[in-house]
């Protein structure tokens, strides 16, 4: 009877472990929703994905809703600029930013200096 309950307790912290890795720690967490909250409030800037453009905050809702949808395989920053927020799941397109000067860059590209920012700001 023991080795039966060591097992079934086993078996609960293997599940419970692979559910704490499938998301992000809170501090993870919350540099990802401030770069959300950046690319909401950047309005010099115009989001370009699949061919048409969005403002920021449709951006920022779009890539929240993302990642409500593919968020489980996010555990860091760095995942959701990678995972969510650089191309279309669906098309294969690199999401774009369209700066104030007419410029497109990529968009992990320019995530990755605005997370730069405001970390620095810190």
Not at 35 to 45: E, G, P, R, T, Y
Not at 48 to 62: E, H, I, K, L, T
Not at 74 to 93: C, R
Request: contains cysteine.
């Amino acid at each position: 009877m023991n080795r039966l309950r060591r097992a079934g307790c086993l078996a609960l912290l293997v599940a419970l472990s692979g559910h704490a890795a499938s998301v992000p720690s809170a501090a993870e967490q919350a540099r990802i929703d401030r770069l959300i909250d950046a690319v909401a409030q950047n309005k010099q800037a115009r989001f370009v994905r699949n061919g048409s453009d969005y403002s920021p905050a449709d951006a920022a809702d779009f890539l929240r809703r993302k990642l409500d949808a593919y968020g489980d395989r996010v555990k860091t920053v760095n995942d959701f600029i990678e995972l969510i927020a650089s191309k279309s799941s669906t098309s294969g397109q690199i999401y774009k930013v369209r700066l104030a000067d007419g410029r497109e860059v990529p968009s992990g590209d320019f995530l990755r200096a605005e997370l730069a920012r405001i970390e620095a700001v810190r």
